[in-house]
Each structure stands twice: as C-alpha cells, then as structure tokens.
C-alpha cells in the first residue's frame, strides 16, 4: 500500500495492481418511529473487526475469494473479490508471500441512527508501516456496514491515511458520533452528489470543486500524458457509482466538515496501432474475456475518501485524501 498522495496500490488480496450480530440494537419501534440508536455497541465492533482481519487473511494466503466474500461488499469488495480471482489463477497454490495482517489500537467511531444501513468507522495501526511517527507511519481506516438484523458486518471502504491525517470526529457527549446524510445541506458539497461530481470532474477538469492533488488534477494530468503512446491510444470513461453497497457514507468532524467515503467506476480501452497489440499483466490477463487483437479495455472500481468542508467555508473545495482502485474486469477485441 502506498502513503497518503499517491494511488493505494494494494496487495493481491485488496486488487490486480496494488483491502456482529446485533442483537438488542436493531431496529427499534417508539411510536410507530424507528429510535435513534448507536450502530453497534464497542465490543460488537471489536468483534467484526477480528471478524473481517481473520477472513483477510485466510483469503490472502489461499488466494480463495471465498473465505473472504462474507465480509466485503460494495467498493472495497468488488476491488477485493477480483485481486484474488485474478491471483487464484496466476498463483493456484496459493500466497507464497503471505504475510498475516494485524490491526491493532482499534478507534471506533459509531454513529448514532435510526433504521439500516448501520455502520461504523475504525480507526486502526496495521502492521504495514514503520510507526515511527514519520512520513510512513500510516492508519488503515475501515467502514463497516450492516444492512438488517440478520446480516453480517461488512467492509465496503477501506483507506490508508497518514497518521497525522486522519481527522477529529464530531460526537455527543457519550461518544457517539454523527452521520452525515446524503443529500445534508451544511457540507459545501453533499455526500451524495460527490461520486458523480468526481467522475464529472475527472472527464472534463473544469468543476472547481476539488481541490489538487494526485487524485484530482494530478490524476487527470497523468492520463493526459498517457493517453497517446508510440503505437497506443487510450481512452477513458468515468461513471459515478453510488448504489446500494456503494453508496457514499460520511461522518461529521469536529470543524463543521466531514470525512465522506464514496466510490467511482472508470473504463480505460487502450487501442493498437496497425501491427501494434496492446499488453497486460497475468493480473489482467486472468480477467480477461475475449481474444485482444488490436484493443483491450480494463474496467476498474475505485474508492475514494474526501475532506469536505463545511458549507460557506473559507475554502470551499473538497479535497480527496486517497484512493484505492482495482481492476475488476477486462476484455480484449
């Protein structure tokens, strides 16, 4: 995984190319309206989260999508399921590399609601840095989701930030914190009009919305600069992916903002010249369908996390913090 300002490129378990049972918290009934409840009490959350590391890590050394499916879902599931469909072919026996993940000073974050979804943020130090405290100490932040009394929790957006980054949350004074609704008017942009925002921004770069960064202009500059190679050309598609298990969630922070989770689909086709036929990885290639002749176009999911100011704010542009983005299909013509 990379720090904070560059592409999260995960391992083979989270992507090609880079990662509870409530029982007396369901829904709740008071005068014919639902109450207004934490998502999960601390130890349920603790629970799902050994729940999801010990089914990581499971699928990571067998490289067997299965032990793992229960427990991903939307953007982070999608990025997640394909890495190690793709790995299950180019590496039958498994992970030679497998190195177990550990997560570890957990800090949740629960909101308080009414009615499904529930979910919750946690906060946590992986294994995968250095905790020196310097540019490559870094904290793995997981969102759980939950959609009924009888489903399981499971993680739909995971980030990796500095540890210096990672914001203050707003809660009450029993600690719980605040979600942030879709379409809330006290945000400068609203959760729910970011995915599509983001794809349109990425298309064109004339929104002033986001502010720049390596996912935002400097993601659009480095496509610009690739779009046409010696014998190669390729084009880019983005759509907005904001349903069901993909849909944005966000938590109010202590200035007024919020820290917003939310997902995009891009398509990129890379076309030949005359003679020339264009190359993938055994990655891509085990996701392939069809034969590439002269084209090939990747379908990717990505999953972003964004610093949204508050309505009115000084400085009114949303910036994304990081990204973490996979192949999940391909197809040669």
Known sequence: MSRLGRPIRAAAGLATV????LTASGCVTVHGELAVLPSADRSEAARALKD????????DKAYDPALDAGRVTGALGAINQAGLKARSITSPDGNPAHQPLELADAKF?????AGWPRWFVADTD?????DD???QDTRWVLVFVRNG???????????ILAANEVPDFATDKDGWGEPVAPDSEGLALAPGKLSAAYAS???DGTAKTFA???HTNGWREAREKNARLPGLVTQYVDQPLAEGDFAPLGLATKDGGALVFFATRHFERQTGAQGVTPRVNADVKALLTGEIRNTVTKEWVSSQVALVPRAGSDTPTVEVASRLQGVTGAKGS
Request: charged share 25%.
């Open 18 to 21: 880079m990662v509870l049972s």
């Open 52 to 59: 999801f590391t010990d089914a990581y890590n499971a699928a």
């Open 109 to 113: 974050t629960i909101p308080k609601k």
């Open 126 to 130: 992986s294994n995968r840095d250095t």
């Open 133 to 135: 405290g310097g540019p």
């Open 149 to 159: 009394p009888d489903e399981r929790w499971k993680v739909p957006y995971l980030t």
């Open 201 to 203: 921004y990425l298309r």
């Open 212 to 214: 720049d960064g390596p």
